[in-house]
């Protein structure tokens, strides 16, 4: 007969090994369940822009990692490759976890389904950021901005002057001046903000073209790089050039005359956006890090070290950048500036790209 003490040794042992087996089956198929980081959370690939990469870790990765203990692989590239890399995985682990992109080329990937819709409710800190942060149209939050307007020589130029879109159209600066070309972000700004000016708004292509083709003979180049337009500005070159903000940065805190502003009418802004792939394989530490991303801390770092224009209100804006928007960068919406519906410019990229070729730059 079995004492009462064998029976309880014999009841334990048989838990015991029970839990071994359960033990045994989560390590060959689903994990168990535990409130300890995973392995897999503590990994973060961040495909990003092929510029700035060392500022980037600087101010945002390193505090990152310090603060949750989720490390950052950095992939970068040109957005039209990072987005065609996306195409190719065709939704299954794409190798990117977050990728940081501007506005179009993520309206792009969104009309080839290649990101999922952020879950607000995983992101805390969209709460705090500016409302057009956070447009429906879009499938990520923005983290900054870009603002259009014209860069200008204060020696040869008032404000007044550089804000007056009538100024490309000005024969006393014929061969003075510059534009920029479709392909870069500040062209269907710049086509935009014409629209507008003098048209029916900022997707009236056809009298922003007219109008862009009646001052060509005017215009020294269509620029295509941030560092084109810069060095015809400082080599005198040219007198004007309508750019994008943050272009004006470094040649304005050296000291040199050179202002810019934003135009009287007709002002528009491109976002950069933080977006998650389909197919994410760390979707966890995506969100962690997109909420990071959005923080005061995080956004102020970002401004000063970067050079980003913050999202978050509540982020300080360095000197810097205030000596070049001054208090547009507090609220650019209130400021006037607005964001371009990409419903409106995706499908008409194409058509609009070689129209401007041909009625616009054609000589």
């Known amino acids: 007969m079995t004492t009462p003490h064998l029976r309880t040794v014999a009841t334990i042992a048989a838990v015991a090994a029970s839990a071994l087996a359960l033990a045994g089956c989560s390590s060959s198929g689903a994990p ?95 709460g705090k950021i500016a409302d057009f942060a956070k447009e429906k149209a879009y499938d990520g939050p923005a983290y900054s901005y870009q603002l259009n307007g014209t860069m200008y020589r204060t020696d040869v130029l008032d404000k007044k002057q550089a804000a007056d879109w009538g100024l490309y159209g000005d024969a006393a600066y014929a061969g003075k001046l510059a534009l920029p070309d479709i392909a870069v972000t500040a062209g269907q700004l710049t086509i935009s903000g014409v629209g507008t000016a003098y048209g029916k708004g900022p997707y009236d292509v056809d009298t922003a073209f007219k109008t862009m083709h009646g001052w060509a003979p005017n215009i020294l180049q269509f620029y295509s790089s941030s560092t084109e337009v810069t060095n015809l500005i400082t080599q005198k070159e040219i007198v004007a050039a309508d750019t994008l903000n943050g272009f004006a940065t470094k040649l304005i805190a050296s000291g040199q005359p050179i202002a810019w502003t934003a135009p009287a009418k007709g002002a528009y802004m491109a976002t950069n956006r933080a977006m998650i792939p389909k197919g994410a394989a760390h979707t966890d530490a995506a969100y962690k890090f997109i909420d990071y991303l959005l923080s005061t801390e995080a956004q102020t770092a970002s401004a000063k070290i970067v050079g980003d224009l913050p999202v978050n209100p509540s982020a300080e804006i360095p000197a810097d950048a205030t000596a070049v928007v001054g208090d547009i960068a507090k609220d650019p919406v209130a400021a006037g500036y607005k964001t371009l519906d990409p419903a409106k410019l995706v499908p008409t990229r194409s058509d609009w790209v070689d129209r401007f070729a041909r009625e616009v730059t054609s000589k």
């Not at 980037?56 to 990692?65: R, S």
């Open 32 to 126: 168990a369940a535990s409130s300890e980081p995973t392995t897999a959370s503590k990994t973060l690939v961040l495909s990003t822009f092929s510029f700035g990469s060392d500022q980037l870790k600087q101010a945002i990765l390193d505090p990152f990692t310090k603060k949750t203990g989720i490390k950052v692989e950095i992939d970068t590239g040109a957005n039209a490759d990072r987005i065609s890399k996306l195409q190719l995985a065709g939704g299954v682990d794409p190798g990117v976890d977050v990728m940081l992109i501007s506005d179009f080329y993520a309206a792009l990937g969104q009309k080839d389904d290649l990101f999922q819709k952020v879950d607000a409710s995983k992101i805390p800190g969209l």
